[in-house]
């Protein structure tokens, strides 16, 4: 009842057989950065594993990098990259192509987390939190 191999099956029109294949080139981490600065685009850093806004690592591959970016309230995979920079730099055209400046967005978050810290503080304003912490730094 086991199904036999397929000896000698012929790829799909338009397809290299799969031992044929070979993969893309990445580009490397300075050559994204050194592309992204030409096309004018930020690759945000962050703390996680991934190193970027949009990046996320995955072990083991030869590609471990994932970009990704929310579209319309859906999550839009942009794909895997050798370099977390080339993947930064894939998840900053997307951003740029959907109208977003990812620089902006990350300013103003930045802004606001900053704001909330000082409320949780019992700063209200920032100006206030600005000589709290002027206050603290000459003690």
Known sequence: AGREPRAGRE?????????????????????AVQQAEAEGLTLVRTEGRGGFRGV???????KPYAAQIMEGGSLKYLGRFAT????????????????????KLE????????AKEAAERGV???AEAATAAEATAAA
């Open 11 to 31: 790829p799909r029109a338009g397809r290299e057989p799969r031992a044929e294949r070979v993969p893309q080139p990445s580009m490397s981490a300075a050559e």
């Open 124 to 126: 209200a304003g920032t």
């Open 107 to 114: 300013a103003a978050k930045a802004a606001k987390e900053a």
């Open 56 to 62: 996320k690592y995955h072990e083991g591959g030869a």
């Open 84 to 103: 977390a920079e080339e993947a930064a730099l894939a998840y900053a055209r997307a951003g740029k192509a959907m109208g977003l400046d990812v620089a």
